[in-house]
């Protein structure tokens, strides 16, 4: 990292440090604080924002971990933040994205909603797929993409899946940018540990 991580446990200086210290571990429980957290913990009322924040992205929303996991990891392919592969990649193939769907989340290169469907993901996860990966790369999503996730996805889970990508292109590029967890340069493969 760029910087020298927050100690563990962190330094005690106020209370109320004290208190966002045990809300991020309560999240993260029963693991350990987290890198992402050690960094961020610099600054205590960021580091308590964000833990809120995407503690509601990750536990609060009514999307299926599948569709969830899908974009958050092809947020960090598009990114390059091998770190955050490394963490959902794995949640991705544990709620049932098959090895071949892996691999399409991995691929170089852009989608288009009505390309052709790569790892046999089905329609759901294909529209989020493409989401994801236009939203992450131009940030302005066209007309027929965002048709074709309307088309399958209700108002909540739209706004849901539009939060979580644009949640985890914050997380990747603060990664990224700081190199949390030194995984900058190595790619998907090398970045998982299963």
Request: charged share 25%; glycine share 8%.
């Amino acid at each position: 990292m760029r910087l020298p991580y927050v100690a563990n446990p962190p330094p005690s200086s106020t209370p109320a440090e004290d208190a966002i210290v045990a809300r991020i571990a309560a999240r993260r429980a029963p693991r350990p604080l987290q890198p992402l957290d050690l960094a961020l913990l610099h600054s205590p009322p960021v580091a308590d924002g964000w833990n809120s924040f995407l503690g509601a992205i990750r536990t609060q929303t009514t999307l299926g971990a599948d569709v969830r996991e899908i974009v958050i990891s092809r947020v960090a392919v598009v990114n390059g933040a091998w770190y955050e592969w490394a963490h959902h990649a794995p949640l991705a193939e544990a709620a049932g994205v098959s090895a071949e769907g892996m691999l399409a989340v991995k691929k170089e290169g852009g989608y288009e909603v009505d390309g052709e469907r790569l790892g046999g993901l089905g329609e759901r996860l294909w529209v989020a797929l493409c989401f994801a990966d236009e939203m992450t790369r131009n940030v302005k999503v066209e007309d027929e993409t965002f048709a074709r996730l309307r088309g399958v996805f209700g108002e909540r889970e739209v706004v849901e899946i539009t939060a979580t990508v644009a949640c985890y292109n914050c997380v990747s590029r603060f990664l990224v940018a700081l190199d949390v967890g030194e995984k900058n340069g190595l790619g998907p493969d090398a970045a998982v540990a299963h």
